[in-house]
């Protein structure tokens, strides 16, 4: 008898939450149903716009790299007498116009500097506190 009184209980107030009201499946949101036609999209005419002049490039002919690269950075900056000094120096004119194309290369021919280089280069990095140096006398 009891379980049958907690059963009915339990349906009662199950029940009850489908009545009627603006309850979770009330109309609070848009009618997905209530569609109406829109006016189509219409572009303006754009009066700013005037026919090319004879003689000028075609907007295809322009390299949009090159004004991306002279919007963003500006153009090439002139060297300072110190840079373009240093440059010459390091031998500027001599070098080969592709070498950094080739240099990660498989074909580049590299030296080998030995293992002390290698060793080097794979130490762990410290703050000298460690280092000492020693001349032969």
Same mark, same amino acid.
């Given at each position: 008898?009891?379980?049958? %009184?907690?059963?009915?209980a339990?349906l009662?107030?199950?029940?009850?939450a489908? $009545?009627?009201?603006?309850?979770?499946?009330g109309?609070?949101r848009?009618?997905?149903?209530?569609?109406s036609?829109?006016?189509?999209l219409?572009?303006?005419?754009d009066? +700013?716009?005037v026919?090319?002049?004879? $003689?000028?490039?075609?907007?295809?002919?322009?390299d949009? &790299?090159? *004004? +991306?690269?002279?919007?963003?950075? &500006?153009?090439p900056?002139?060297?300072?007498?110190s *840079?373009?000094?240093? %440059?010459? *120096? +390091? &031998?500027r004119a001599?070098?080969?116009a592709?070498?950094r194309?080739?240099?990660g #290369?498989?074909g580049?021919?590299?030296v #080998?500097?030995g293992?002390t280089?290698?060793d080097?280069? +794979?130490?762990p *990095?410290?703050d000298g506190? #460690?280092a000492r140096a020693s001349?032969p006398?």
């Amino acid at each position: 008898m009891k379980r049958k %009184l907690i059963l009915a209980a339990g349906l009662v107030a199950t029940l009850s939450a489908c $009545g009627g009201g603006r309850g979770l499946f009330g109309r609070d949101r848009p009618d997905e149903f209530a569609v109406s036609r829109q006016a189509p999209l219409v572009i303006p005419p754009d009066f +700013a716009l005037v026919p090319p002049a004879p $003689g000028t490039p075609a907007a295809a002919s322009v390299d949009s &790299g090159r *004004e +991306a690269m002279q919007a963003m950075f &500006g153009g090439p900056a002139a060297r300072s007498a110190s *840079e373009a000094a240093a %440059l010459n *120096e +390091a &031998g500027r004119a001599n070098a080969a116009a592709g070498i950094r194309s080739s240099a990660g #290369d498989p074909g580049t021919e590299v030296v #080998d500097k030995g293992s002390t280089t290698r060793d080097v280069i +794979a130490a762990p *990095e410290g703050d000298g506190q #460690d280092a000492r140096a020693s001349t032969p006398q």
